[in-house]
């Protein structure tokens, strides 16, 4: 029971740096106006939190590569827990955009161990049930903390927003310093050998590549969800909000499946749950025009991807076993890097193309991602949670 509650509280961890790092969008009108910049300037809030978590954390995870996990976790935790609370009280929009910078690093190492200190702390045969459980915070932060986010400002301030989080983030805290057992560093590797795994390591290059088309087919589509239902469905706010919700419910719900089916076949469940993706897509331009075929698409494309979310993780471990936390570190930069070039493409798409062609983009990208999942053969390299057979992981334990 301890064991899972650690999970439990690893989960709460992303859940804090999830919603911390993404709030800025739902309060970018309000923020704008109390700090007199304008609403661009606003929203590089999460810009750099994002591109510092993405390009520090190969770094940062390598000099830490002899510090205890929990430890470790735990003092991510207090720069989040800070940066919240200096965030609230900032008199001036150059300290929040510095201290967003420095909670970005702290959750970029978050990214590259979090799960893996999931999987460590419960029973081997339940190493991918406990990854499920960790992304899951994914949407739950979807679909409560920004939400909630948005409402408490409108009730208070944002400033009160920043603080409540400054108070979650340290009771979070305070759970991970006492339930999550000592971990003890493992897979230590310097910054050259970090960046020499893709390098040495043919499987897990091939993996990351898989994960750079399918984020940024992803991401270059849904940053622009709601425009494209404003243009092709005549959608109100409130409609939109409500199929967002659905989306982060879907995606929730597709985690918890996946956590079930890799064990069965890993590769399977990716290839699916990007054919599912793709479907998503395709729907939304064939039945995009009505609510009810957006409701059915949105749905569609939430469990693919929660289902390729988890599968991607557990990829990048069946590829690198023995130095997880590297690789990861390595998917992580590599993910939040393609999340922000998947924007920025999008958006070039959108202003000379319209924003149909998003649509088209995400389908492109998202099937350069299948098809390269698909030409590559089977291997029989194995871990003590995923092995590829196809990748598959172990039900024996």
């Not at 650690?6 to 700090?35: D, H, N, R």
């Not at 492109?364 to 698909?374: D, E, K, Q, V, Y």
Request: aromatic fraction near 8%.
């Amino acid at each position: 029971m301890k064991a899972w509650l650690g999970v439990a509280s690893i989960t709460a961890s992303l859940f804090v740096f999830l919603t911390t790092e993404l709030m800025p969008v739902g309060l970018l009108t309000p923020l704008s106006k109390s700090l007199h910049i304008s609403v661009g300037a606003a929203g590089l809030m999460v810009t750099a939190q994002g591109v510092a978590a993405g390009l520090g954390v190969p770094f940062i995870v390598a000099w830490t590569r002899r510090v205890n996990r929990r430890l470790l976790l735990s003092a991510l935790l207090a720069v989040l827990a800070l940066g919240n609370l200096i965030t609230a009280i900032s008199p001036n929009y150059p300290l929040i955009l510095g201290t967003r910078l420095c909670m970005g690093f702290a959750s970029g190492v978050f990214w590259a161990i979090g799960v893996s200190m999931a999987m460590r702390i419960v029973p081997e045969r339940h190493a991918s049930r406990a990854a499920a459980v960790v992304m899951s915070g994914i949407s739950i932060a979807t679909v409560v903390g920004i939400p909630l986010g948005t409402i408490a400002e409108a009730h208070t301030n944002w400033r009160i927003t920043f603080a409540v989080w400054s108070g979650l983030s340290l009771l979070v805290f305070l759970a991970v310093a006492s339930i999550v057992p000592s971990l003890p560093s493992e897979n230590a590797v310097s910054v050259r050998e970090v960046f020499g795994l893709p390098v040495k390591n043919g499987q897990l290059r091939t993996v990351l590549f898989v994960v750079i088309f399918f984020v940024l087919g992803h991401f270059g589509a849904y940053t622009f969800v709601r425009p494209y239902l404003e243009d092709n469905a005549s959608a109100t706010s409130t409609f939109i909000t409500v199929v967002l919700i659905i989306f982060g419910a879907g995606g929730a719900a597709g985690n918890f499946i996946a956590g079930y089916t890799v064990n069965k076949s890993l590769r399977g469940t990716f290839v699916v749950g990007l054919v599912g993706l793709l479907t998503a897509l395709l729907l939304l331009r064939v039945v995009g025009g009505g609510e009810a075929g957006v409701v059915v698409a949105l749905i569609l494309w939430g469990l693919s991807f929660g289902a390729v979310q988890l599968s991607q993780v557990n990829m990048t471990l069946a590829a690198a076993p023995d130095t997880f936390e590297a690789a990861m570190s390595l998917n992580t930069m590599a993910y939040n890097t393609s999340i922000a070039l998947g924007a920025l493409f999008g958006g070039l798409f959108v202003d000379h193309l319209g924003v149909t062609s998003v649509i088209w983009f995400g389908v492109i990208l998202a099937g350069t991602s299948l098809l390269l999942r698909l030409s590559t053969g089977r291997r029989g390299k194995t871990s003590n949670a995923v092995a590829e057979d196809d990748l598959v992981a172990p039900t024996a334990g």
